[in-house]
């Protein structure tokens, strides 16, 4: 296999821009091959999300070209939700490794401020799972539900949470002051992040990544240069909420980065600062424990103590990340890389503790449905040679049919759930949702009729509403009373009134 | 690089279908591996055109694994308009080629039927060019554009023109009634494509391909087989009508296919059938003549003296083409590989008048705008060693700015033109739209005031309205009018009184 090396990189100021996204996918393409050695490219590999919905144009791979002057190159879009850009950087890492190219431009953009938050929500919200979306679920919402649940499996109190995801947003922000191309580049304070509004419960503001306008380029390359891209790993994972074994960890990323670390021959030891995709200030914590830098459950911890800052001993988004640089989803995969390349060739300031030499990009798809890590390195720094740890072939069955009607199961408990104060278009704010386990040991995902007195392992009645389910929390004397016919049930003749049906045995 | 092999093949029968999206691609994808003697694969290509807009609905990779049974395995989606399924088929080969992968599945579907034909015209034409689009412009009126300049370029009356179009549809509806898979089994008579409804002068709805969900599948494999990938090729072309060269050829496709033909050391004399995009039964004569089966102007003639039929010479579209197999965009460029296959391996009824081993695929990617070409052959076939071509490198410049602003053109010629019966949302059927050269020599795609009078050749106004050219033909009163100013304007003084314009030379 070709090695593929890194050349020019290239990106726009991430943020609200009056350009069209072709517009920014050109300008980033331009500085990319500006910045590179390899004058002329031989194909253009575009990740871009949903651009028909968002900009009401297709066809962005011809577009593209067209408008760079490249008429006749061949180019395509990749697409994995909002980790597209880091999809297309693989594609095209393939597609060198394979000889059949031996220059090509890898671009990654975005423009979606010119609608309003709830219709930008809306549209976004189409990377998940179609049931868990007609109760009025969003990315927000399925991330803050995540957070109750790892707040709960791990411990911590409301309070200590907060202050973890404060750190992370604080450190990120920070970070992104320091980023000329990032969309907010002014440190906030602990009074800001609390004074935020809530998306979803537990999530402010301040927790999630914004909306943003953005494009990057990469040149990748079969000629020699100062870096090369040593590992990449992919592997999707479960859409929906109630259909996942775990809610706090994403193992598609902690699969993707087993094949990018033994691609590279390294491990996570080795790595000197990451990207992680922080779309919400949760997933660099879980992110930092899937690519095993801190175990599960101690990423926060991590985080609080100052070893993921940028003087810390692994600095995470030293870049300020998506929360801060902003999260322009087709385009994030690809200035993740742009930044690593950035700070491996000592163009980015501030310095880092030590001279790194290998660093990670993590990008993530939907709700951790299809992720991806890179590992890039300097040239001199790299273990030859590498063994390309192929993935375990699989074998498909049927598809499992839609949604199963539903069942006489009208009782269980609540395992995560979130109040979401910026709904989906059609949805009144506030809005609960929850992940109810029922008795059977089955999981549902259901609107709330009420905000109030939800509590992970909450006991719910569960009914089925048209399209989707509703649950609403028991009370105390519906307890009682329930405890009551319980009692009576034991009784000698099941303490009910036998009614007399009228049926006789013939 | 790693020879690529075809294993197994599986497609879903194409037409109006109850199934969602991801039920079909599940379907052609359990077929294909089911005939594979591979029975895992690694890594699966999806090529699906806006599933967004047309299913509410996207990540569609991670869903489609997921459904599959492969939860893990590593899913991307590819786009490219129209030829999104041969754009996924050439980004697994390079997998493959690059030895990353050793077995991948390729799908392509679609599923647009569950709208009416006005709601999927609007979300296809977003394909095109948006000025063009702005004017009321479809795929079909862009099409039947091209066909009135192919008309007028070749000398062709506007009966001989429509015998030849009758006579692919004949063709290719008499052969699709052999394939079980195709949406229409029935053929038809010349009466019944005289009767057909104006879709867009000169194009009758049975010149057009139906709207169609279905899917096919391909399973790509390192492992020696049966049949080999021998050539791919990809080009990129203008997207509008009015800023390319040729309005009788697509130039992506001429070069694609020379990219495919060096690759695999053959010429298009050596191929012994091809599927070939027939979106339009005049895409099918311009592809046969880029591909360089026929001389530019010819392959109208061959195909009326039955040269492309089951029993003639170079048989084009055996399996029914697009046009009466069915045409689910996304599905369509892995479904030609789907039908090269089968009959490459003697699976295809009837059989050819001679024993075939080498054939062709081409795709088309909207207006010509992104074209592929692959090459398919026996093993025993082959010519080795291919050498690879490699595509002239290229270097972007800044991209040209928006649509310029309308300039004082206020005349010109009608260079080619049509009348739109099916419009998209919200324009009135018929609607004329034209493409105009100015007396400056620019090019103008404007909207007729009135479908009278049309004809290449003819003189006609222009003018800005709004955000679109308007145009309107010349009446002989006008011409002699003008003719009448442009006398006055050569007499002594201009023939124009002189108006005091009450200026005076200080």
Redesign the interface.
Known sequence: ??TVYLAGVGMTKFGKSTS?L??LL?QA??DA?ASSQI?????VFIGA??C??FT????I???T?????????????????SSAGA?AL??AF??V???????V?VLGGHKMTHHNTSAATR?LA???D?QERLCGATMPALAAMITESYRKKYRLSPSRLHNILCRIALKNHLNGAYNANAQFRKAISEKDYFASKWVATPLRLFDCSPITDGAAGVVLTAEKTDLVVSGIG??????SLR?RESFTSF??TQ?AAKRAYLMAGVGPEDIHFAEVHDAFTTFEIIGTEDLGFFPAGKGGDAAAAGKTALDGELPINPSGGLKSRGHPVGASGVAQVVEVVKRLRGEARPQLKRDATRALAQST??LG??NFVTIVERVEQRRAPHK?S???????????T?EPPPRAENEGRLETFTVLYVTPDGFLAPLALGLIRTRQGRLLFARGEDIEHLKPGREVYVRWVDSYYSFTVKSQLQKVAEALAKFLRRLPGGGVLKKNTGEKKL
Chains 1, 2 share one sequence.
């Open positions: 296999m070709q069209t072709t517009e050109c393409a331009t091959i004058p002329a490219v031989e194909a999300m949903n028909e919905e009401g144009a297709g066809n791979a011809a577009a070209v067209e408008a760079l002057g490249l008429a006749g190159v061949p180019a395509l879009r990749v697409e994995t939700a999809a693989h594609t393939q597609a490794a394979s000889g059949y190219y031996r220059h431009l549209v189409e990377v998940i179609y992919q592997c999707t994972g479960p859409m259909q193992p598609a699969i798809g939907g449905a299809n390309l192929l993935p375990p072939a699989q074998t498909p069955r049927r598809p499992a839609k």
